[in-house]
Nanobody, 125 residues
Framework: VQLQASGGGLVQAGGSLLLSCAAS????????FAWFRQVPGKEREFVAS????????YYADSVEGRFTVSRVKPKNMVYLQMKSPNPEDTAVYYC???????????????????WGQGTEVTVSS
C-alpha cells in the first residue's frame, strides 16, 4: 500500500482544514487507515482511524467531536476533516495503514506498516 498525504497548511484557530490521503497498491480491503501526528521532541500520537470495509471510526479523546475521519472507496481516498482546531493541534500529520487483525483497534504507530509522507499543519491563535 502506498500512501500520499496532502492538504496541510496554516489555519486559524476555530477554522477548518481538510487533510487528504491517497491510497494505492494492493487491495485496500481488510485494512485500517489512520492519521497520526507528531511535534518535534514528542512521540508520534494517534489521531483517528477508519476501517476500509466497514467505515467504522475511532478517535483519540483529544480530537473527538472536532475532527472527522472518513474514506471514499471509489476514489481510494482517506480524509481528516479538522474543525475548530487549536494551536495544540499544530503538528506534522501522517497517514498510515495496517492490515486488520480481527476487530482489534490499534492506536500504536509501531503496529502500522504503511506510511505516507507527513503534511504540516500550523494552527495560529
Amino acid at each position: 500500500v502506498q500512501l500520499q498525504a496532502s492538504g496541510g497548511g496554516l489555519v486559524q484557530a476555530g477554522g477548518s482544514l481538510l487533510l487528504s490521503c491517497a491510497a494505492s497498491g494492493r487491495t485496500l480491503n481488510d485494512h485500517t487507515f489512520a492519521w497520526f501526528r507528531q511535534v518535534p521532541g514528542k512521540e508520534r500520537e494517534f489521531v483517528a482511524s477508519v476501517r476500509w470495509n466497514s467505515g467504522n471510526r475511532y478517535y483519540a479523546d483529544s480530537v473527538e467531536g472536532r475532527f472527522t475521519v472518513s474514506r471514499v472507496k471509489p476514489k481510494n481516498m482517506v480524509y481528516l476533516q479538522m474543525k475548530s482546531p487549536n494551536p495544540e493541534d499544530t503538528a506534522v500529520y501522517y497517514c498510515a495503514a495496517r492490515e486488520n487483525v480481527g476487530l482489534f483497534i490499534s492506536t500504536r504507530d509501531v503496529e502500522f506498516k504503511y506510511w505516507g509522507q507527513g503534511t504540516e499543519v500550523t494552527v495560529s491563535s
